[in-house]
């Protein structure tokens, strides 16, 4: 007889061996949506897919996100459900946490126990930071109302089925910026004649380490990393245009604000200094991601309910998230769930070799079960 624990291996893997990226969910949405009306939910399509359960009558409804996309990553794996689609791979587990997330939904349909109604979000395109940008702009805070929404991600490296999260930011924003210079390019063997644009970027690469070093308070958590230098150089041609581009973490806005700010100014002393032309560009990609007081304490509760080891007040998280999105429109607790310390399971997100613990989906679909009925009682509105 197949168990539920099977049940929820098997589509996780299968999940698994049909990774698809940001936007181009296609095959997973309609797998998602199948599972969801298959338990009899009334299901919703968009840019991601919803299903709607309710209980009784009550009239509060909280919200449950899951993420479905992968990354542009060969798989090297050897288990025997790979990757099917080269140069696609599901290295962040989001396979597990649609699993999980359809687990809930089924044991909920099955056993009830709570009040109210719950709205299962399957978002797509979290890695880029548009999913649920793009699901909100479609309306779907309006359509299906929430007062709470949470979301669970896994975390390689910490004891199997452990929860930490903490009230207040818990993950970083990400800007990404580029910085164009125009000098003026020439013969190797004849610098003074014209104005070499790598020796300006390469000041300006060091310059930026100090905003993080020397501008902001110890501690602050943020993140200078210049991640590209294209030039138009050539073996024997000094170039006369770079192009730097990278990554800004910050834990909170006025920091993130502060970096662009230094960013500005540096950019432009460096400029004046070597006579060129220089822009700049910074775009927020991902906003911090902040929990709420009550619905972090729920999440410790329900945890502790479920048999987790909970840890409270963790560390923030250095990556980011658009759950950001969501918890910046509605209350919300964004958590991690430890996937292990040893062999694939333990290795880092984005990781070639990295793979979902499949002990958790037992454990991540009993603490949904546990918060819902946490946070809609049977009995009470």
Not at 47 to 56: E, F, K, P, T
Not at 215 to 238: C, I, W
Not at 257 to 268: D, G
Not at 327 to 344: D, I, K, S, W
Request: proline share 5%.
């Amino acid at each position: 007889m197949t168990t539920f624990k099977d049940r929820l291996t098997a589509l996780r893997r299968d999940f698994h061996r049909h990774p698809e990226l940001g936007f181009q969910e296609d095959r997973t949405k309609a797998k998602v949506a199948e599972q969801l009306r298959g338990l009899g939910l009334e299901v919703h399509q968009g840019a991601g897919v919803i299903g709607l359960l309710r209980a009784r009558q009550g009239n509060r409804a909280i919200g449950l996100r899951a993420d479905m996309d992968a990354l542009p990553i060969d798989e090297i794996s050897t288990h025997d459900y790979v990757s099917q689609t080269p140069g696609k791979m599901h290295a962040c587990g989001h396979d597990g946490h649609m699993a999980m997330l359809l687990g809930a939904a089924e044991r909920l349909t099955q056993e009830q126990g709570f009040d109210g109604t719950v709205v299962f979000i399957f978002q797509p395109n979290e890695e880029h930071g548009l999913g649920a940008q793009a699901m909100i702009a479609e309306g779907v805070l309006e359509k299906f109302p929430i007062e709470e929404v949470y979301a669970i991600h896994n975390l390689p490296g910490a004891p199997v089925g452990q929860i930490s999260t903490r009230a207040g930011q818990i993950c970083n924003s990400e800007s990404l910026f580029e910085i164009s210079i125009k000098g003026k390019g020439g013969h190797a063997s004849m610098p003074q004649a014209g104005v070499d644009a790598i020796t300006v970027g390469a000041e300006l690469v060091l310059a930026l380490q100090t905003i993080v070093s020397r501008k902001l308070a110890p501690g602050a958590g943020a993140v200078v990393s210049v991640t590209e230098f294209q030039t138009d150089g050539q073996r024997n041609v000094l170039p006369g245009h770079a192009v730097l581009k990278g990554d800004v973490r910050a834990r909170v806005p006025e920091d993130r604000k502060s970096v662009e700010r230094f960013m500005r100014q540096i950019a432009t002393g460096v400029a004046a200094t070597h006579g060129v032309e220089v822009e700049m560009s910074f775009n927020t990609e991902f906003v911090e991601a902040i929990n709420a007081e009550g619905p972090t304490e729920a999440v410790y509760r329900a945890g502790e309910a479920a048999g987790c080891e909970v840890i409270r007040n963790r560390p923030p998280m250095s990556f980011s998230e658009d759950f950001a999105y969501f918890a910046e429109a509605v209350p919300g607790c964004f958590l991690l769930l430890g996937n292990g310390e040893n062999g694939p399971n333990g290795q880092p997100l984005h990781s070639a070799d990295y793979d979902f613990n499949d002990a958790l989906l037992t454990i991540g679909a009993e603490f949904w079960v546990q918060l819902v009925r946490d946070r809609l009682p049977a009995g009470k509105d």
